[in-house]
């Protein structure tokens, strides 16, 4: 059975940084890309960051590029995703998931969350003005 936990949501000031962490359990971690995703309130779920199963390859939405970034400790099973100079836009549950394919670079539309077929259960991040 997998299982995905985030944690590390909080609620920071216009400006401010927060690191995300997510672990995975259940499945071999260091063979599956993963992504984070995120979700407001009458909005659709927008795919913010991926990276491979190597850590070789990252992948970031255009609203995040240059301010967030996303790591893995595949020893530790564990992804990250560093939100630096935060603002309310970035407002949202995030969701970690893990891609059901093996040995994949994010393809596939990876920001469509198509490939992913575990997910965590979220973590609110608000962001202050």
């Known amino acids: 059975q997998v299982q995905v936990v985030e944690s590390g949501g909080g609620l920071v000031q216009a400006g401010g940084s927060l690191r995300l962490s997510c672990t995975a359990s259940?499945?071999?971690?260091?063979?599956?890309?993963m992504g984070w995703f995120r979700q407001s309130p009458g909005k659709e779920r927008e795919g913010v960051s991926c990276?491979?199963?190597?850590?070789?390859?990252?992948y970031y939405a255009d609203s995040v590029k240059g301010r967030f970034t996303i790591s893995r400790d595949n020893a530790k099973n564990t992804l990250y995703l560093q939100m630096n100079s935060l603002n309310p836009e970035d407002t949202a549950m995030y969701y970690c998931?893990?891609?059901?394919?093996?040995?994949?670079?994010?393809?596939?539309?990876?920001?469509?969350?198509?490939?992913?077929?575990?997910w965590g259960q979220g973590t609110q991040v608000t962001v202050s003005s």
């Open positions: 998931a893990a891609d059901r394919r093996t040995f994949n670079y994010c393809s596939g539309s990876w920001w469509s969350g198509t490939p992913f077929d575990y």
């Open positions: 259940g499945l071999t971690f260091e063979t599956h890309a």
């Open positions: 990276i491979s199963w190597s850590g070789t390859r990252t």
